[in-house]
T-cell receptor, first 115, second 107 residues
Framework: ETGVTQTPRHLVMGMTNKKSLKCEQH?????MYWYKQSAKKPLELMFV???????ENNSVPSRFSPECPNSSHLFLHLHTLQPEDSALYLC??????????????FGAGTRLSVL | GENVEQHPSTLSVQEGDSAVIKCTYS??????FPWYKQELGKRPQLIID?????GEKKDQRIAVTLNKTAKHFSLHITETQPEDSAVYFC??????FGAGTRLTVKP
């Protein structure tokens, strides 16, 4: 365990469903990240939060909506997804922002299947 | 953001041989270069990193070298073992990852 917990571990949803992914870190870190991992793009950065503020949105479609209520929790709200959104979604955290040369600690991921 | 290119995409070696994976980056201001290992079904984990004030760093069988002039850094694994089989990722300053290298070590 790295101190970063993701739930659920597996999720199957239809294209009209709304669901949320949750990430929680117990490391006292200030930065949190969402990545998408698929066969096409092995580790694709989606969003970056630093001290609860979104500092990066890597041109992610609006059907993905992140939320960071505090430095320990990060959510990814999903709605009207497409089958090509099926992937492993990884959360990570680091002590400070990416530019500060910080090690990232990853969660185990949520395996999402969109039918 | 930083553009990081990683080669090769796959690498197969015999146990005991060395493996080298290379990444090039575009931002000359980059100053932090990590390498992550992801075993099958597991999360990525940092195995070694280097900062721009040094040219090489070693940790037992793994080492990373940095060439700031040419803007590339490489992961070196010596005396490879089957448990080294995994996907290895380099990352740029802004935590954008390379495309990954699938290393297979044959017993």
């Amino acid at each position: 365990e790295t101190g970063v917990t993701q739930t659920p571990r597996h999720l199957v949803m239809g294209m009209t469903n709304k669901k949320s992914l949750k990430c929680e870190q117990h490391l006292g870190h200030n930065a949190m990240y969402w990545y998408k991992q698929s066969a096409k793009k092995p580790l694709e950065l989606m969003f970056v939060y630093n001290f609860k503020e979104q500092t990066e949105n890597n041109s992610v479609p609006s059907r993905f909506s992140p939320e960071c209520p505090n430095s320990s929790h990060l959510f990814l709200h999903l709605h009207t997804l497409q089958p090509e959104d099926s992937a492993l979604y990884l959360c990570a955290s680091s002590q400070d922002s990416p530019s500060d040369q910080n090690i990232q600690y990853f969660g185990a991921g949520t395996r999402l299947s969109v039918l | 953001g930083e553009n990081v290119e990683q080669h090769p995409s796959t690498l197969s070696v015999q146990e005991g041989d060395s493996a080298v994976i290379k990444c090039t980056y575009s931002d000359s201001a980059s100053n932090y270069f990590p390498w992550y290992k992801q075993e099958l079904g597991k999360r990525p984990q940092l195995i070694i990193d280097i900062r721009s004030n040094v040219g090489e760093k070693k940790d037992q069988r793994i080492a990373v070298t940095l060439n700031k002039t040419a803007k590339h850094f490489s992961l070196h694994i010596t005396e490879t073992q089957p448990e080294d089989s995994a996907v290895y990722f380099c990352a740029g300053n802004d935590m954008r990852f390379g495309a990954g290298t699938r290393l297979t070590v044959k017993p």
